[in-house]
């Protein structure tokens, strides 16, 4: 550790805002671009509310977290705890969130019998998508990056012992990834690229990485950040044409690769910048950073409804549709805010407590010092 370094935190609390600013982006997103997703202010409003690509920094960011405590600050990682502290983190809110998607859609026949077809006798293929592992977002659209988040989730012990080893190998592990991405889920990446800023944490945050070259041309890498986590936007805009999609389908690169390297240097700039650091610690960031997840799964299920009954709405405000689009959205908002609360302390909050306590019981497994 560089002698300027200050001993690291045991919680980075600004991490929690930069998280929940991306959930508000995917709300943007999906509001602004459900219905109305051909108009020009509609993808120029993109660039700013880009809630597609922000998973990119959902995925970097969850690399870097869940790697910090055990590459950055030491800890001992056991295997099967990391696993079981996992999946109740993600899964419990998620089988929730499904469940609330069947029974809006049976709203008009809600009873018991409906309610044992549906999910006993498996008529929605509520099993397939509760499953988790695999992508099956019949009820949930939104379902497919956690499916990502979890299962390379249960990578991430693996790649914390070769960053424990050697950081250098995450670096090689990174290149051997992206060469063999055509075989590979590519969010790996992004992953790695998370564990990789953990591995450099002590070289990013202390003083003397002003002086790198990094640092001297870090207005440069910020507008080149913006543009590769911008570039589906601008394609949407002014497509790129068959030359770029062939060459991008021949080594199987899409959007998400260059937002997630665009992400990694947001990242690495949130981490170096203190007065970044103290924007992000504003209490109202932090209290959507605690109910980022919430904010992401409740989303999906509101602005659906709204939209699936868009028309309807629009005959309310006797079709003054920019009146609609406006107040339709502050109780989107509002909605989606209260929702989030609701599962971040009734259901997340008590799952994760359970967690620990089964954690704390259970005997050790494979620990990875």
């Known amino acids: 550790m560089p002698d300027t370094q200050q001993l690291p935190k045991h919680y980075l609390s600004y991490l929690d ?41 959902f995925f970097v960011l969850s690399g870097f977290v869940l790697s910090y405590k055990y590459i950055v600050l030491k800890k001992p990682l056991d295997v099967k705890k990391f696993f079981i502290n996992r999946f109740l983190r993600l899964f419990p809110a998620f089988f929730v969130t499904v ?19 549906l999910s006993i006798f498996n008529r929605s293929e509520f099993w397939e998508e509760i499953y988790l592992f695999k992508a099956h977002t019949r009820n949930y659209g939104a379902g497919w990056t956690l499916v990502i988040e979890l299962t390379i989730s249960f990578f991430m012990p693996f790649i914390i012992a070769i960053a424990k080893v050697n950081r ?11 060469l063999i991405m055509a075989v590979m889920n590519d969010f790996f990446v992004h992953f790695i690229l998370g564990i990789l800023a953990s591995c450099y944490f002590f ?16 207005v440069p890498l910020v507008i080149m950040a913006f543009i590769f986590f911008s570039l589906r936007v601008i394609d949407n805009i002014i497509p790129f044409g068959n030359t770029y999609n062939y060459i991008a389908s021949y ?20 981490l170096q910048n203190k007065k970044i650091q103290n924007i992000l610690n504003h209490s109202i960031l932090r209290f959507y950073g605690k109910i980022s997840y919430g904010i992401y799964l409740m989303h ?10 868009w028309d309807e709405i629009l005959k309310v405000f006797h079709d003054r549709a920019k009146l609609a689009f406006l107040l339709t959205f502050i109780a989107y908002f509002i909605t989606t805010t ?6 971040h302390y009734t259901i997340e909050l008590p799952f994760i407590r359970f967690g620990k306590k089964i954690t704390s019981r259970i005997k050790p497994s494979i620990v990875i010092e």
């Open 338 to 343: 209260l929702l989030a609360t609701l599962v």
């Open 251 to 270: 080594f199987t690169i899409n959007f998400f690769f260059f937002s997630g390297i665009g992400s990694f240097i947001f990242l690495v700039v949130i």
């Open 99 to 117: 469940l609330g998607c069947i029974l809006y859609r049976q709203m008009a026949i809600l009873h018991f019998h409906n309610l044992a077809r």
């Open 300 to 309: 999906w299920i509101v602005v659906t409804v709204i939209f699936e009954q």
């Open 17 to 57: 805002s930069a998280r929940g600013i991306a959930a508000l982006m995917v709300l943007f997103y999906h509001f602004i671009t459900w219905h109305y997703d051909y108009l020009i202010s509609a993808k120029l409003a993109s660039f700013i509310f880009n809630g597609r690509d922000a998973v990119s920094f």
């Open 203 to 218: 070289e990013i945050t202390d003083r003397s990485f002003r002086e790198t070259k990094w640092y001297k041309y870090r």
């Open 168 to 178: 250098k190998l995450v670096s090689w592990l990174l290149i051997t990834v992206v």
